[in-house]
């Protein structure tokens, strides 16, 4: 944390986000911020459901044939 920040500075910065927000909002929020974050770190590693369903779709398909 940069030394010109502190706890005092924080607090106030959150009670203004609170103000203009609102608590329903933040939370809103820090979920979507959280999904966008596990959607990205499933993309770095190469996971995908879709394309992982698909395969195995296409996989059963050529089985049955």
């Not at 993309?43 to 044939?65: A, I, M, P, Q």
């Amino acid at each position: 944390m940069p030394k010109w920040i502190g706890w005092p500075e924080l607090i106030v910065l959150l009670v203004i986000v609170v103000l203009v927000f609102g608590v329903g909002r933040i939370s809103k929020i820090s979920g979507e911020i959280g999904s966008g974050i596990k959607a990205f770190k499933d993309g770095l590693s190469g996971r995908d459901k879709d394309n992982e369903s698909e395969k195995e779709d296409e996989s059963s398909d050529e089985l049955k044939e």
